[in-house]
Protein backbone atom coordinates (compact mmCIF):
# COMPACT_ATOMS: atom_id res chain seq x y z
CA UNK A 1 0.00 0.00 0.00
CA UNK A 2 1.45 2.97 -1.35
CA UNK A 3 1.76 6.22 1.01
CA UNK A 4 -0.05 9.42 -0.35
CA UNK A 5 3.22 11.28 -0.45
CA UNK A 6 4.18 8.42 -3.35
CA UNK A 7 0.54 8.47 -4.65
CA UNK A 8 0.97 12.44 -5.02
CA UNK A 9 4.01 11.94 -6.59
CA UNK A 10 3.41 9.46 -9.06
CA UNK A 11 0.80 11.85 -10.36
CA UNK A 12 3.51 14.66 -10.68
CA UNK A 13 5.60 12.59 -13.01
CA UNK A 14 2.98 11.20 -15.11
CA UNK A 15 1.83 14.91 -15.89
CA UNK A 16 5.72 15.49 -16.31
CA UNK A 17 5.50 13.18 -18.98
CA UNK A 18 2.78 14.02 -20.63
CA UNK A 19 4.11 17.91 -20.84
CA UNK A 20 6.99 16.53 -21.81
CA UNK A 21 5.06 14.76 -24.70
CA UNK A 22 3.45 17.66 -25.78
CA UNK A 23 7.17 19.62 -26.18
CA UNK A 24 8.21 16.94 -28.34
CA UNK A 25 5.43 17.47 -30.61
CA UNK A 26 5.98 19.56 -33.92
CA UNK A 27 4.14 22.52 -34.46
CA UNK A 28 1.55 21.07 -36.77
CA UNK A 29 0.61 18.73 -34.55
CA UNK A 30 -2.68 20.87 -33.73
CA UNK A 31 -5.09 17.72 -32.84
CA UNK A 32 -2.51 15.43 -31.13
CA UNK A 33 -1.33 18.31 -28.95
CA UNK A 34 -4.82 19.13 -27.88
CA UNK A 35 -5.68 16.05 -27.18
CA UNK A 36 -2.65 15.40 -24.39
CA UNK A 37 -3.47 18.60 -23.29
CA UNK A 38 -7.11 17.36 -22.44
CA UNK A 39 -5.32 15.02 -20.57
CA UNK A 40 -3.31 16.97 -18.97
CA UNK A 41 -6.53 18.90 -17.89
CA UNK A 42 -8.27 15.52 -16.89
CA UNK A 43 -5.03 14.40 -14.60
CA UNK A 44 -4.57 18.08 -12.70
CA UNK A 45 -8.13 18.54 -12.14
CA UNK A 46 -7.86 15.11 -10.61
CA UNK A 47 -4.88 15.80 -8.40
CA UNK A 48 -6.34 19.24 -7.95
CA UNK A 49 -9.40 17.95 -6.18
CA UNK A 50 -7.37 14.87 -3.88
CA UNK A 51 -4.80 17.91 -2.60
CA UNK A 52 -7.64 20.49 -1.58
CA UNK A 53 -9.64 18.37 -0.19
CA UNK A 54 -7.71 15.29 1.36
CA UNK A 55 -3.98 16.27 1.67
CA UNK A 56 -3.87 19.69 2.51
CA UNK A 57 -6.26 19.62 5.21
CA UNK A 58 -4.74 16.96 7.03
CA UNK A 59 -1.38 18.25 6.56
CA UNK A 60 -3.04 21.96 7.52
CA UNK A 61 -4.62 20.68 10.66
CA UNK A 62 -1.21 19.26 12.00
CA UNK A 63 0.01 23.17 11.56
CA UNK A 64 -0.65 26.48 13.25
CA UNK A 65 -0.66 29.93 12.35
CA UNK A 66 2.68 31.75 11.05
CA UNK A 67 4.53 28.87 10.51
CA UNK A 68 6.36 27.44 7.48
CA UNK A 69 4.26 24.59 7.04
CA UNK A 70 0.63 26.64 7.20
CA UNK A 71 2.23 29.28 4.46
CA UNK A 72 3.03 26.48 2.31
CA UNK A 73 0.00 24.51 2.41
CA UNK A 74 -2.10 28.17 1.90
CA UNK A 75 0.18 29.20 -1.09
CA UNK A 76 -0.12 25.65 -2.70
CA UNK A 77 -4.10 26.48 -2.77
CA UNK A 78 -3.53 29.67 -4.58
CA UNK A 79 -1.06 27.93 -7.39
CA UNK A 80 -3.71 25.49 -7.59
CA UNK A 81 -6.03 27.95 -8.62
CA UNK A 82 -3.83 30.14 -11.11
CA UNK A 83 -3.36 26.54 -13.01
CA UNK A 84 -6.84 25.94 -12.56
CA UNK A 85 -7.24 29.25 -14.44
CA UNK A 86 -4.68 28.58 -16.89
CA UNK A 87 -6.40 25.16 -18.05
CA UNK A 88 -9.56 27.15 -18.31
CA UNK A 89 -7.84 29.64 -20.51
CA UNK A 90 -6.53 27.02 -23.02
CA UNK A 91 -10.03 24.74 -22.69
CA UNK A 92 -11.68 28.08 -24.77
CA UNK A 93 -8.74 28.81 -27.05
CA UNK A 94 -8.64 27.02 -30.67
CA UNK A 95 -5.77 24.51 -30.33
CA UNK A 96 -4.26 26.35 -33.66
CA UNK A 97 -4.24 29.90 -32.27
CA UNK A 98 -1.13 31.64 -32.09
CA UNK A 99 -1.56 31.99 -28.29
CA UNK A 100 -2.37 28.09 -27.93
CA UNK A 101 1.56 27.31 -27.29
CA UNK A 102 2.18 30.39 -25.00
CA UNK A 103 -0.49 29.24 -23.15
CA UNK A 104 0.62 25.46 -22.75
CA UNK A 105 4.16 27.19 -21.78
CA UNK A 106 3.13 28.81 -18.81
CA UNK A 107 0.96 26.24 -17.53
CA UNK A 108 4.18 23.89 -17.78
CA UNK A 109 5.86 26.35 -15.53
CA UNK A 110 3.03 26.95 -12.84
CA UNK A 111 3.01 23.44 -12.71
CA UNK A 112 6.61 23.12 -12.58
CA UNK A 113 7.16 25.78 -10.17
CA UNK A 114 4.39 24.19 -8.04
CA UNK A 115 5.44 21.00 -7.95
CA UNK A 116 9.24 21.73 -6.88
CA UNK A 117 7.61 23.42 -3.84
CA UNK A 118 5.60 20.58 -3.18
CA UNK A 119 8.13 17.76 -3.00
CA UNK A 120 11.42 19.91 -1.82
CA UNK A 121 9.28 21.80 0.89
CA UNK A 122 5.85 20.59 1.63
CA UNK A 123 6.31 16.88 1.27
CA UNK A 124 9.11 17.03 3.15
CA UNK A 125 7.28 19.10 6.18
CA UNK A 126 4.21 16.81 5.97
CA UNK A 127 6.78 13.57 6.53
CA UNK A 128 7.52 15.33 10.04
CA UNK A 129 4.15 16.33 10.72
CA UNK A 130 2.54 13.63 9.78
CA UNK A 131 3.00 9.87 10.85
CA UNK A 132 3.63 7.11 8.80
CA UNK A 133 -0.07 5.59 9.50
CA UNK A 134 -1.27 8.84 9.01
CA UNK A 135 0.40 8.80 5.71
CA UNK A 136 -1.05 5.29 4.80
CA UNK A 137 -4.05 5.94 5.78
CA UNK A 138 -4.48 9.26 3.55
CA UNK A 139 -2.95 7.11 0.68
CA UNK A 140 -6.21 4.76 1.25
CA UNK A 141 -8.70 7.82 1.06
CA UNK A 142 -6.79 9.29 -2.03
CA UNK A 143 -6.90 5.70 -3.79
CA UNK A 144 -10.55 5.31 -2.73
CA UNK A 145 -11.34 8.93 -4.51
CA UNK A 146 -9.31 8.16 -7.64
CA UNK A 147 -11.53 5.19 -8.16
CA UNK A 148 -14.43 7.44 -7.93
CA UNK A 149 -12.88 9.73 -10.70
CA UNK A 150 -12.27 7.19 -12.75
CA UNK A 151 -15.70 5.79 -12.74
CA UNK A 152 -17.69 8.61 -12.62
FE1 LIG B 1 0.86 17.91 -6.24
FE1 LIG C 1 -0.43 20.75 -5.48
Redesign the pocket.
Known amino acids: MSDAIEL ?1 KA ?2 RKVEALLKEIQELPDTAHERRASICAQVSRELKA ?1 DKI ?1 TTIFYPALKAKTTPDTEPRDEVLEAYEEHANIAGMLEKLAVTAPTDESYNAKLQVLGELVKH ?2 KE ?1 EHEMFKQARELLSESELKELGERIEREKQQLVTA
Open positions: LDHHEHVE
